[in-house]
C-alpha cells in the first residue's frame, strides 16, 4: 500500500500523468543533469578559494547551496531545473571584484546579499521585464560572449599557457611544462567527448586528467579512505553568516552590485527560456509557467549564496541534459538536489583535483558561450560596434563591469550620433549615465 501511494503523491505534486513523464523518467533525468553539471563541485571550490575563502568551506557552501536551491526550484515552481553557482560569476567574484580591487572575499559576499535582495524586489514589482526589455538583443549576446571570452582567459592563465609579458603583455607559456600538457590533454579530451555528445565530458575530463596527474606524479595519491570519503561531513563554519553587509554597503560598490544583478538577470533569464522552451513549459499564448516562481527561488538562492558563503547561485543550462532525456517536472530537480547531497560524502576528492585539471572546463563553457555571437548584427555598425566593444573590453580589462560600461555608453553615443536616437530607451540612457560616472570616478 505504501509503495502505491508514493507514486500517487508524486503523480498529483509534479503533475506527471499532466505533462506526460514517470517517476522512472523524472529521476533518470535528474541523474543525467547531476552528472552533466558535477564538475562545479570541483571547478567552483577551486575559482573561490582564490579569493581566500577557505576551500573546506567552500566545498561545503557550493553544495549545501546547489542542494537547497535546486530543491526549491523542483518543489516551488516545480521546474527540471538546476541551481548552484555560476560560472562567470564566479570569475567576476574571485578575480576582479576580490583579485583587481582587492576587496576581502567578506565585502564581496556583502554585494551578492544586495543584489540577491536588488534581484528579488526586481522579480515581484515585475520591474524586470522593463529592464530586460531595454536592452537590446545585440547587447544581451555580447554580454554572453563577453563573458565567455573572460571565463576562457581565465582558464587559459589556469593552464600556464598563458603567462604575463612586459613587452607584450601576455605572451605564450612553457607548452612542455608537464602540468600544462596534462591540462591541454585535458581540454582535448573533454572537447572530443562533448564533439561526441558524451553525457558527464567535462567531468570525466576532470576525473582522468587528475587520475593520469595522480599516476605521473604531480597529484597527491589517496592512502586511506578518509582521503576520498568524508569521515565527517565538510562544513561553513569559516564562511556562514560572514557576509560584511556594511562593509560592501560603505564601499560604495553601486557597479559592482549592477553588474551582479544585471549579469544574473539577463544569464537566468535567457537560460530559463531556453530550458522552459526545450521542456515544452511554454503556453501558447507564449508565457512562460511559473516564471515568476523560478526568479523568486533565483532570487533567494543569491541571498542564500551570500550568507553560506559563495558566489551569486543560477540556474544551470546543463540542466538540458536532463530534459533531452525526459525530465519535465520538478521531480528531476529533486532527483540532482539529492544527488547533490549524497556528494557531501565524497568532499574529500575534491581536495585531490588539481587546479591545471579544472581550468580547461573554463575555456570549453567560455567557448560555448562564444558560439552565440553570429547572433550579432556587425553590418549595422551602430550595432556592431558596442557589441566588440562589450565582448573584448572584459577579458582585457579584466573586468565584467568594464564590458558592460563601454558596451552601454557607446550604444547610447552611437545610436544618437546617427540618429537612431529612438531606439534608446530611457532606462538606457539612466543605465548609461551611471556607468559614465562611474567611469569618471575611478579615474
Known amino acids: 500500500?505504501?509503495?502505491?501511494?508514493?507514486?500517487?503523491?508524486?503523480?498529483?505534486?509534479?503533475?506527471?500523468?499532466?505533462?506526460?513523464?514517470?517517476?522512472?523518467?523524472?529521476?533518470?533525468?535528474?541523474?543525467?543533469?547531476?552528472?552533466?553539471l558535477a564538475y562545479i563541485i570541483f571547478v567552483n571550490p577551486?575559482?573561490?578559494?582564490?579569493?581566500?575563502?577557505?576551500?573546506?568551506?567552500?566545498?561545503?557552501?557550493?553544495?549545501?547551496?546547489?542542494?537547497?536551491?535546486?530543491?526549491?526550484?523542483?518543489?516551488?515552481?516545480?521546474?527540471?531545473?538546476?541551481?548552484?553557482?555560476?560560472?562567470?560569476?564566479?570569475?567576476?567574484?574571485?578575480y576582479y571584484v576580490c583579485g583587481t580591487l582587492g576587496l576581502h572575499w567578506t565585502v564581496a559576499l556583502g554585494a551578492v546579499f544586495f543584489s540577491g535582495v536588488l534581484f528579488l524586489i526586481l522579480t515581484v514589482s515585475h520591474i524586470r521585464q522593463a529592464i530586460i526589455n531595454s536592452v537590446p538583443q545585440n547587447l544581451r549576446v555580447a554580454i554572453s560572449v563577453g563573458i565567455g571570452l573572460f571565463i576562457a582567459f581565465i582558464g587559459l592563465k589556469g593552464t600556464g599557457l598563458i603567462i604575463p609579458d612586459k613587452a607584450t603583455f601576455i605572451g605564450l607559456g612553457h607548452v612542455t611544462d608537464p602540468t600544462t600538457m596534462?591540462?591541454?590533454?585535458?581540454?582535448?579530451?573533454?572537447?572530443?567527448?562533448?564533439?561526441?555528445?558524451?553525457?558527464?565530458?567535462?567531468?570525466?575530463?576532470?576525473?582522468?586528467?587528475?587520475?593520469?596527474?595522480?599516476?605521473?606524479?604531480?597529484?597527491?595519491?589517496?592512502?586511506?579512505?578518509g582521503d576520498v570519503i568524508s569521515t565527517s561531513l565538510p562544513h561553513m563554519g569559516e564562511t556562514f553568516g560572514k557576509l560584511d553587509i556594511a562593509g560592501a554597503w560603505n564601499y560604495g560598490i553601486v557597479s559592482i552590485i549592477f553588474t551582479f544583478t544585471v549579469v544574473e538577470l539577463f544569464d537566468n533569464m535567457g537560460t530559463l527560456i531556453g530550458l522552459t522552451s526545450k521542456a515544452k513549459l511554454i503556453k501558447p499564448n507564449g508565457e512562460i509557467e511559473n516564471l515568476d516562481r523560478a526568479l523568486t527561488t533565483d532570487a533567494v538562492g543569491t541571498i542564500c549564496s551570500s550568507i553560506f558563503g559563495t558566489s551569486t547561485v543560477t540556474s544551470y543550462i546543463e540542466s538540458a541534459a536532463g530534459i533531452a532525456a525526459g525530465g519535465k517536472t520538478g521531480l528531476t530537480a529533486v532527483t540532482v538536489s539529492i544527488c547533490f547531497l549524497i556528494a557531501l560524502l565524497f568532499a574529500p576528492l575534491v581536495g585531490l583535483v588539481p587546479g591545471f585539471a579544472t581550468a580547461p572546463p573554463l575555456i570549453l563553457v567560455g567557448a560555448l558561450m562564444m558560439s552565440e555571437v553570429g547572433k550579432i548584427n556587425f553590418v549595422d555598425f551602430s550595432d556592431g560596434l558596442p557589441a566588440f566593444l562589450t565582448i573584448i573590453m572584459m577579458p582585457l580589462t579584466g573586468s565584467i563591469a568594464n564590458g558592460f560600461a563601454f558596451g552601454f555608453v557607446s550604444y547610447v553615443f552611437m545610436k544618437t550620433a546617427v540618429g537612431k536616437y529612438k531606439e534608446v530607451s530611457w532606462i538606457m540612457w539612466l543605465v548609461s549615465i551611471a556607468f559614465v560616472i562611474n567611469l569618471v570616478m575611478r579615474s
Open 1 to 36: 500500500m505504501q509503495t502505491q501511494a508514493n507514486p500517487g503523491f508524486l503523480d498529483r505534486f509534479f503533475k506527471l500523468r499532466e505533462k506526460n513523464t514517470t517517476v522512472k523518467t523524472e529521476v533518470l533525468a535528474g541523474l543525467t543533469t547531476f552528472i552533466a
Open 182 to 225: 596534462l591540462s591541454l590533454f585535458g581540454l582535448v579530451l573533454t572537447g572530443a567527448l562533448m564533439a561526441r555528445n558524451i553525457q558527464g565530458s567535462i567531468l570525466i575530463g576532470i576525473i582522468v586528467t587528475t587520475l593520469l596527474s595522480m599516476v605521473l606524479g604531480y597529484s597527491p595519491v589517496p592512502h586511506a579512505i
Open 46 to 94: 577551486n575559482i573561490l578559494s582564490e579569493a581566500g575563502i577557505p576551500k573546506e568551506a567552500a566545498i561545503a557552501s557550493t553544495i549545501w547551496i546547489a542542494a537547497l536551491s535546486t530543491m526549491v526550484m523542483g518543489v516551488f515552481a516545480n521546474y527540471p531545473v538546476a541551481l548552484a553557482p555560476g560560472m562567470g560569476l564566479n570569475a567576476f567574484f574571485a
